[in-house]
């Protein structure tokens, strides 16, 4: 799904970001007992523009709740939505402050900056013909590390590997 205005959804602040969803509250059944079933700790979150959600009920806070959700909307929208970058605009001042000068990347998947440079990758990717040596050098990190980062969600390796299957290239381990 393209998306082209501005930064990406899984970039933005989560003010801004939750200003464009609809936010649901809900019951959840199941282990948990009372406190699960009294109260609506449940929340899901859909982004409009988009149409991309995702839910949280295994906490028995709200808070928490919506914390979890924000986070695997993001991951969702990472995986799901697509931006047009600009070539001035790669690598990101965010990707830059995570690559360092000898091409490795650090980051972790619970970090929450995770889904906004998984969204860069997959977006230069896609731009690159799903080739992770060029989307690699125009972020300025080795292939391999472009690689691992995919690895971390085993869901963008399952999108890379779909993607260049399409297009009659090789899968990637």
């Known amino acids: 799904m393209p998306h082209t205005t501005g930064c990406h959804p899984a970039e933005a602040p989560v003010d801004s970001l939750l200003a464009a969803c609809q936010i649901e509250r809900g019951r959840r059944s199941g282990p948990g007992g009372q406190?699960?079933?009294?109260?609506?700790?449940?929340?899901?979150?859909?982004?409009?523009?988009?149409?991309?959600?995702?839910?949280?009920?295994?906490r028995r806070s709200q808070e928490e709740n919506r914390q979890v959700a924000?986070?695997?909307?993001?991951?969702?929208?990472?995986?799901?939505v697509r931006s047009v970058r600009a070539v001035d605009q790669v690598p990101s001042p965010l990707w830059r402050t995570r690559a360092t000068a000898a091409g490795r990347l650090s980051i972790s998947p619970r970090h929450p900056d995770f889904p906004a440079l998984l969204a860069e990758a997959l977006d230069l990717l896609e731009t690159?013909?799903?080739?992770?040596?060029?989307?690699?050098?125009?972020?300025?990190?080795?292939?391999?590390?472009?690689?691992?980062l995919l690895k971390l969600e085993p869901q963008a390796l399952?999108?890379?590997?779909?993607q260049r299957q399409q297009r009659g290239l090789h899968r990637l381990q």
């Open 70 to 80: 924000i986070g695997r909307l993001r991951l969702n929208l990472a995986l799901r």
């Open 128 to 148: 690159s013909g799903w080739e992770p040596r060029t989307a690699a050098e125009r972020l300025g990190v080795t292939a391999s590390q472009l690689i691992r």
């Open 158 to 162: 399952v999108l890379l590997n779909s």
């Open 35 to 58: 406190h699960r079933n009294k109260v609506e700790t449940a929340i899901r979150i859909r982004h409009e523009p988009t149409g991309v959600s995702a839910e949280a009920t295994e």
